[in-house]
């Protein structure tokens, strides 16, 4: 079994003002040749102090991801709502290395101390991902050994340097900065994180950032990137990020992800890949019971598993659901590789009371596990502004039981406002709604299929009804909150 996915040969050719390479592949591994090397990384020494008088830190440590940092959606549902008061604390101490007994063997050298494997080996190509660099983050450079340059003026600069006891030498790097969006309240906020950063010189800035743009990383998630990871300044390409993208193209992940995945946690690049990564995944695998073939799906939904401890949130799911529902574990480990966000969730504030809901509306245990291993998002819904709302308008204008929910549980997921109201009242106003209790089916289909087999209809038209519909519905609202 192996979770590496064939990838075929290509070559790869990175250019930046700093350093010049290639990736390429003979008959062999892939291997990195550099060209025209002449600027390195070099952090000054940290004698600064932080507005609250800590001494910054000249090294990166690891620590898990903040779950209530601001996220990023990867696989986008038009409908699904985020409850942010579901969401356990952040546990920051990183996840130890234990001895686990290997119930299967995974081919991908995560035994620590096996030989490694032909899989691993042969190290993946990073193609259609850095081959972007040179057409898309080579665009940020004017030339090579010129930056762009930003509007960060000296005014503001010597605001910063009376204010917060900034060096004048970090000037030319917060100017290159500023030209993703970065403002003074910023750059404040990446001296309060990690000061260091700051101290990066231009060049070496230049190199990485436009490697980020060349995998796939967008230029307007740049300032959200160093916000919240600035240390992301400080990660060399050759030795640290190459390594870490060449590890998410193995576990399966497509190039085209790559730059989502960082986005979504930029704090990856701070993990070990042979003491960090690669356990989780094989945590995963071996523990947890994910297929191999799986992983890529569920580090895509939540890039956040490969930051977060997951050992003790699986272990206290698995326990809960077990106990509470009756969950066979089969059933728990579907719910978590179609949404992995379930072992962020907290199960006293966010899966216990949704539970409670499902039941209060007549659903058995049973039921409830039916509707939760098809539809675990459920989990994720406001039960006030979502959940409630939508059973009501189930039972009081549809007419329809909630048995009818086991069978269409994405009835729950789709939007009240955007398609089950509107189509409802379409074909009421068509005199084309069934008889007796009003069909989940019809919600289900796109627009254009729902209008050629329910309505009969042009798009067009059941378009400007459902805008008639939503701007009657807003007036309504704003006239309630007057």
């Given at each position: ?47 600064r ?29 038009d409908?699904?709502?985020?409850d942010?008061?579901?969401f ?16 299967k ?54 605001r910063l ?24 309240s ?25 490697f ?13 990137i ?45 993990y ?23 992983v ?14 997951i ?56 039921d ?12 994720s ?5 979502n959940l ?41 106003s ?14 289900v ?21 459902r805008q ?15």
């Amino acid at each position: 079994m192996t979770i590496c996915p064939s990838l075929s040969s290509a070559t790869l050719l990175f250019s930046s003002h700093s350093r010049r390479w290639r990736v390429v592949s003979g008959g062999g591994r892939p291997g990195v040749v550099s060209f025209s090397s002449h600027s390195n990384a070099r952090i000054l020494k940290s004698n600064r102090r932080t507005r609250q008088g800590r001494r910054g830190s000249t090294c990166v440590e690891e620590e898990d991801e903040e779950s209530d940092d601001e996220e990023v959606e990867l696989l986008h549902d038009d409908d699904l709502e985020f409850d942010g008061n579901q969401f356990c604390g952040s546990q920051r101490s990183p996840q130890k290395d234990g001895k686990v007994e290997l119930r299967k063997r995974v081919d991908m050298n995560f035994t620590q101390g096996s030989k490694p494997s032909r899989t691993l080996t042969k190290r993946p190509n990073l193609q259609n991902l850095t081959s972007r660099t040179t057409k898309k983050g080579l665009m940020d450079l004017d030339g090579y050994g010129q930056h762009k340059t930003g509007k960060f003026t000296q005014i503001r600069f010597k605001r910063l340097i009376e204010e917060m006891d900034f060096d004048e030498r970090w000037f030319p790097l917060i100017d290159y900065l500023s030209t993703f969006g970065l403002k003074e309240s910023h750059f404040v906020s990446i001296y309060e994180r990690h000061m260091p950063s700051l101290q990066i010189n231009l060049a070496s800035a230049q190199e990485r950032l436009t490697f980020l743009l060349g995998v796939g990383v967008k230029r307007r998630d740049i300032r959200r990137i160093l916000v919240r990871q600035p240390q992301i300044l400080e990660y060399t390409v050759e030795r640290n990020m190459m390594a870490h993208i060449r590890f998410l193209l193995t576990i399966g992940i497509p190039s085209s992800r790559i730059g989502q995945i960082i986005t979504a946690a930029p704090s990856l690049f701070s993990y070990s890949v042979e003491h960090s990564l690669k356990p989780r995944v094989r945590y995963l695998v071996e523990d947890v019971g994910i297929k191999a073939t799986g992983v890529s799906k569920v580090v895509q939904l939540s890039p956040q598993v490969l930051v977060q401890r997951i050992d003790n949130s699986w272990n206290s799911r698995l326990s809960f659901m077990s106990k509470e529902l009756g969950a066979p574990r089969d059933s728990i480990v579907k719910m978590v590789t179609k949404h992995p966000q379930l072992l962020h969730y907290s199960i006293e504030n966010g899966i216990f009371p949704r539970i409670n809901f499902l039941r209060s509306i007549g659903m058995s245990n049973s039921d409830i596990v039916k509707v939760l291993t098809n539809l675990t998002q459920v989990l994720s819904l406001s039960l006030e502004e979502n959940l409630k709302p939508k059973y009501l308008y189930l039972v009081n204008e549809l007419h329809n039981e909630v048995q009818s929910l086991i069978k269409y549980p994405m009835y729950l997921s789709l939007s009240l406002d955007q398609r089950i109201r509107p189509r409802h009242r379409f074909l009421v106003s068509l005199k084309k709604a069934p008889k007796g209790p009003f069909p989940l089916s019809t919600f289900v289909p796109t627009d254009e299929s729902f209008c050629q087999q329910w309505a009969g209809t042009s798009l067009e038209k059941y378009l400007a009804f459902r805008q008639s519909l939503l701007v009657t519905s807003f007036a309504k609202k704003y006239e309630r909150t007057r």
